[in-house]
């Protein structure tokens, strides 16, 4: 019983250990620091974005339509007189939303998926062929064809972006299942007399959840292009609302007389993703050193 | 050799049967009924219930999967609601310039990728590598609708140099103007793909360099170029070659974004009037198509995985 206690007296030592060299080598990284401050900045703009908006979103003022930006309109405003900063922020505001809803459920549904298939064998195959077969299409296209058949909505465009992803978190999560599942400690909860689905919470799940986080993140921000190119294509979130990809798309045909309606919900756009990917790319390297 | 193929085969069987059976639950998933949508909303009932016999939506799903599956591999894949002729009519006309654009960008890509990828790994650590990655970082994070909105701002709205928009193939106009229109579109597409390669390129040269014989041609005296090119890289491809197949699809879907941009008469301009009149048989079919190039893709670089590589053949002989 002593001998027990000391061993987790160790292990907490070393964890705390462990955490500290974590924290410093997250700091240690400044394009890691830098990606995580401007999503968490981002992610502040989306939560207050209703607070911050100088303007109504659907405001129209057609006297005031195409201003460049200045004092009054700091990002100029759009063909229908709408202020571009405020439904820029808006905006931000719906990619996070589809962004942050999609990777929280292909997190939950793909590692459930991907323990079921790494640990028991019958459902392997079963799981894993159908997520091949469902990752043999091209996710834009299969968000297209999914949105399509469930009509366009903010809502659907999550859904539809789920199912694209889960097969992809199922995929890693299961090639982690299974290298855990070969380690001793398993097979001692096992002789132990643990029942399975104990074994799959306390030992298996903490144990293949850096590798998944890593890839939930990076489906976050793939999550936000695709709902902005769906959007773009006028298969996404549905007009009037100010999703960066509709907002792309109306500029698009303002190009010759209104660059600020390209750039702005543009420059947010890449900041948004390239903080995201740059905050992955950190994790992957803190968590699953292996990777590298 | 004989066991690795019928491996591959049974797996790219396997991945079509699941493929086809999504499709069509997803034909089935769309609201509305497809006699009504063909006929029209004035239609009696019974001329609906007719075409019904005659489309066979009264039978069971199975053998409707079936039936749709064999017009399938036939190459029928439907007829469009709002255009006149047939779904294969429709995407063999568009096919032509998403396939041009799709290949010019792998091209692109691939050139990209394998210059800025060796440049980097050799200066790793250095200032230069730092620009590579830091470059493909931008590169990722930047969908390709939107530099191609970037691109069209500067290059065609600001310096006036190339067409905003339009598509000529080489048969009607030669090479120089095709290129004058298609090298915008082409930049933009290739961009993420050659950002996501070039990242690949760096690490796997970057692995392959430690190895040991490596070391010995460099014992040997041999050139650092001649190394890099004719040692590690042939070493390091074998990674990025199996994703080309991945690569050339995720092109062609991306296409799809970036012709809308462009007005390319393409697959993505048929998508999006397919998206807007609710032609779900078109959405469908360039989905079933464009998979089933992937698939077809993917299949053939596994066999020639196996050629080029030995270790390949030997592991799939022990499994």
Partial sequence: MNNKEENIKLSKKQLHEYRRLVFINFFRKRLVFMGFVVTMILAVIAVIAP????????????????KAPGHVHI??????????LSRTLYGTRISMTVGLATAAITFMCGTMLGIAAGYVKFLDNIIMRV????????PILMAIALVAALGASVQNVIIALSIVYIPTVARVSRASTISVCELTYIEAARAEGAEPLRIVLRHILPN????????????FASSIIIEAALSFLGAGVPQPAPSLGNMLYEAKSYIYNAWWMTIFPGVFMICTVLGLNLFGDGLRDILDPMSN | MGKFIAKRIGSTVCTLLILSVFIFLLIHLTPGDPARILLGSDA?????????EEMGLNRPLFQQYFSWVGKAVCGNLGTSYTRN??????INQAMGPTLVLSLWALLLSIVIAITSGVYAARRKGKAGDSGVIAFSLLGISTPSFLLSLFLVLIFSVGLKWLPVAGYKSIAEAGLLIHLRYIILPVISLAMMQAAVLTRMTRSSIIDVINNDYIKAAKAKGLAERAILYKHALKNAMIPILTTIGQTFALLLSGAAVVETVFGIPGIGQLIVSSVTKRDYPVIQGIVLVI?????????VIDLLYGVVDPRMRITAKQE
């Fill in chain 1, 208 to 219: 293949i959840i850096s590798p998944v986080i890593v890839q939930v993140t990076y489906i």
């Fill in chain 2, 85 to 90: 002729g047939t779904v294969t009519h429709a």
């Fill in chain 1, 51 to 66: 607070y911050i908006a100088p303007y109504d979103i659907y405001d129209i003022d057609v006297m005031n339509k195409l």
């Fill in chain 2, 44 to 52: 009696s009932a019974e001329s609906v219930a007719l075409l019904h």
């Fill in chain 2, 291 to 299: 998979s089933l190039i992937y698939v077809v893709i993917n299949f």
């Fill in chain 1, 131 to 138: 997520c091949e077969g469902l990752m043999a299409i091209p």
């Fill in chain 1, 75 to 84: 990002f100029g405003t759009d063909n229908l007189g709408r202020d571009i």
